[in-house]
Antibody
Framework: QVQLVQSGPVVKRPGSSVRVSCKTS????????INWLRQAPGQGLEWMGG????????NYAQRLQGRITITADRSTSTVYMDLSSLTSDDTAVYYC???????????WGQGTLVAVSS | DIVMTQSPLSLPVSPGEPASISCRSS???????????FNWYLQKPGQSPQLLIY???KRASGVPDRFSGSESGTDFTLKISRVEAEDVGVYYC?????????FGQGTRLEIK
């Protein structure tokens, strides 16, 4: 059974960094990519980047380049998303999603609320 | 970036009636495999998005057969043959042919 379980909600100060984790189960790490997406309050979905854990090859949305880092820990089947230099515009629910094929994401995590506030 | 344009943005439907949502991409989503790299998702209130249709017209596992997807060039349509109360939420189209992956604005379906 495939599950993606994310870390809990956090409040961060402007200018700080956040790490959100996504623990996977099943054989996700061996044959899938993991994408990170976010959704600002009342807004639509935005793709942030992804990684293929089996090859450790991340790719990022250009608008976040330099601020985002996605890593995978094969020993714990966990993927991490680090975002630095936070502003209020980064306040959103962050999702990880499994991509068993490059064309679609099937299973999603439950979402992690990151609130950036002074 | 590939721009995805959905319509309508709001869709009130009576139970048992059909519904249709359109999505147009700014360029072809046809992969060399012969499939469109295009998907439909439903985000129910307070939940994560769930996959309905992938590769343009393939119904995801567990999705009721009242949902169907069709493709014509850069135009894509999601049809619900008979809307039920549980279909309420925001429907998103998504392209995965090019990075960045991009989404439509979302269509909010509500029950009349």
């Amino acid at each position: 059974q495939v599950q993606l379980v994310q870390s809990g909600p956090v409040v961060k100060r402007p200018g700080s960094s956040v790490r959100v984790s996504c623990k996977t189960s099943g054989d996700t790490f061996s044959n899938s990519a993991i994408n990170w997406l976010r959704q600002a309050p009342g807004q639509g979905l935005e793709w942030m980047g992804g990684i293929i854990p089996a090859f450790d090859t991340p790719n990022y949305a250009q608008r976040l380049q330099g601020r985002i880092t996605i890593t995978a820990d094969r020993s714990t089947s966990t993927v991490y998303m680090d975002l630095s230099s936070l502003t209020s515009d980064d306040t959103a629910v962050y999702y990880c999603a499994r991509a068993p094929h490059p064309s679609y994401c099937d299973y999603w995590g439950q979402g992690t609320l990151v609130a950036v506030s002074s | 970036d590939i721009v995805m344009t959905q319509s309508p943005l709001s869709l009130p439907v009576s139970p048992g009636e059909p519904a249709s949502i359109s999505c147009r991409s700014s360029q072809s989503l046809l992969h060399s495999s012969g499939h469109n790299y295009f998907n439909w998702y439903l985000q129910k209130p307070g939940q994560s998005p769930q996959l309905l249709i992938y590769l343009g017209s393939k119904r995801a596992s567990g999705v009721p057969d009242r949902f169907s997807g069709s493709e014509s060039g850069t135009d894509f349509t999601l049809k619900i043959s008979r809307v039920e109360a549980e279909d309420v939420g925001v429907y998103y189209c998504m392209q995965t042919l090019q990075r960045p992956i991009t989404f439509g604005q979302g269509t909010r379906l509500e029950i009349k």
